[in-house]
């Protein structure tokens, strides 16, 4: 007859949603890299540019008034918790990017935001339905401290490719790191490869 040592239940099932390293957060931590903006949506305005500087701008009412995605999907901090079936509303980038010229040679972006941060993705991330301008979260306006009054929304990378208070979206022809990338993060960011930092 086998012996159990008390209290012993066998393995620990992976939840096969959570990346490698990473554990499951119930609530939804706050963590910017500077204070909190507050905008003036009256001002507000988005715009998909390049080299050669706008090349489509929509204000508060004309993004909002788009036709918009109900997403709901996880989410991955590079600090290692995950959020799952996190609930979103926003403009998906394929509509946005349809808007505008994009060259052959453009196959990177980079998004500034209010506050001055910064954060790069290739092109390809921001399209085939993989990536919004999101603005309501879990059926409320998104608060400030979360991105408010909108943010880039790309959930299958890292949440700090998925940039707060996102106003721009630049077009490249080479790759320009962000600020969290000039710090030490991965340029790419995949939470299932563990690409937390250089050398990841």
Same mark, same amino acid.
């Given at each position: ?22 554990? @499951? ?15 003036? =949506? ?19 009412? %004309? ?62 991330? =921001? ?24 943010? =880039? ?20 022809? &080479?790759? %320009? ?5 000039? @710090? ?10 563990? &690409? ?5």
């Amino acid at each position: 007859m086998a012996i159990v040592s008390r209290g012993f239940r066998g393995r620990r099932t992976a939840d096969p949603r959570l990346p490698p390293g990473q554990y @499951l957060e119930r609530g939804f931590p706050v963590l910017s890299a500077g204070p909190t903006p507050r905008t003036d =949506l009256a001002t507000w305005t988005f715009s998909i540019g390049g080299a050669d500087g706008p090349r489509a701008t929509w204000t508060w009412a %004309e993004l909002t008034a788009l036709p918009a995605d109900d997403v709901v999907k996880d989410i991955h901090c590079v600090t290692k918790w995950t959020k799952l079936d996190t609930s979103w509303r926003g403009v998906s980038l394929d509509r946005l990017l349809d808007a505008v010229e994009v060259g052959d040679d453009e196959q990177y972006a980079l998004a500034h935001c209010d506050g001055g941060y910064t954060t790069n993705v290739p092109l390809a991330d =921001l399209r085939g339905d993989q990536a919004w301008i999101a603005y309501e979260y879990d059926g409320a306006p998104l608060a400030p401290e979360h991105g408010g009054p909108a943010r =880039l929304l790309i959930p299958h990378l890292y949440f700090w490719k998925s940039a707060k208070w996102v106003r721009r979206i630049d077009l490249l022809t &080479q790759d %320009e790191w962000g600020f969290w990338e000039k @710090l030490g993060y991965h340029a790419y960011g995949d939470p299932w490869k563990e &690409q937390r930092y250089w050398g990841d």
